[in-house]
């Protein structure tokens, strides 16, 4: 009689356990999946991110017509920063105005195109120059 009960109370304990486990698991699986949507729902870009960003400016033509402070060729970054917030509609935008060129926005100077740099980089200078407020 004795060692049943032994055996029922060890049968409840490592169920007792045993479920505990599984609720710290649920909680912790729970956290990562809201982490993951808050990131995704404010598409901000990461500091590696702008870092690359800046790097590919200097990487490519850009700084031969652009400044961050001043207007030479084209207008001052700040500026363009100024005019757009940064938001995923003028990163796109903008995006393709890097990649296919064009002129009226800032004067009737045109930014040549820029048909063989790839999407991705043009993006992350877009985000880069945006950010600079
Ligand atoms: C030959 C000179 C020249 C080069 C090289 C150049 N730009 Fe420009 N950029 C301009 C001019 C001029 C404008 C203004 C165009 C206008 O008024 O629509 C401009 C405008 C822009 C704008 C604002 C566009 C708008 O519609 O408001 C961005 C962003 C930009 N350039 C980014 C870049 C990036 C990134 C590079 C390198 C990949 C680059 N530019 C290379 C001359 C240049």
Same mark, same amino acid.
């Given at each position: 009689?004795?060692?049943?009960?032994?055996? +029922?109370?060890?049968?409840? @304990? +490592?169920?007792? *356990?045993?479920?505990?486990?599984?609720? *710290?698991?649920?909680?912790?699986? /729970?956290?990562?999946? +809201?982490?993951?949507?808050?990131?995704?729902?404010?598409?901000?870009?990461? #500091? *590696?991110?702008?870092?690359? %960003?800046?790097?590919? &400016?200097?990487?490519?033509? !850009?700084?031969? !017509?652009?400044?961050?402070?001043?207007?030479?060729?084209?207008?001052?970054?700040?500026? =363009?920063?100024?005019?757009?917030? #940064?938001? #995923?509609?003028?990163?796109?935008?903008?995006?393709?105005? =890097?990649? +296919? $060129? %064009?002129? $009226? =926005?800032? $004067?009737?100077?045109?930014? @040549?195109?820029?048909?063989?740099?790839?999407?991705?980089?043009? /993006?992350?200078?877009?985000?880069?120059? &945006?950010?600079?407020?």
């Amino acid at each position: 009689m004795k060692r049943i009960t032994i055996l +029922t109370a060890f049968i409840i @304990a +490592t169920f007792a *356990v045993n479920s505990f486990a599984q609720k *710290v698991v649920k909680k912790t699986t /729970k956290k990562t999946t +809201t982490v993951v949507k808050k990131t995704a729902v404010s598409a901000k870009p990461s #500091a *590696v991110a702008l870092e690359e %960003g800046k790097q590919l &400016l200097a990487k490519n033509d !850009c700084l031969t !017509c652009h400044r961050l402070d001043v207007k030479i060729v084209g207008p001052a970054y700040k500026d =363009v920063a100024k005019k757009y917030p #940064a938001t #995923a509609a003028n990163y796109e935008k903008l995006t393709q105005k =890097v990649i +296919t $060129g %064009g002129t $009226g =926005v800032w $004067g009737e100077v045109p930014m @040549a195109p820029h048909p063989t740099v790839p999407a991705a980089d043009v /993006k992350k200078m877009v985000e880069y120059i &945006l950010s600079l407020k």
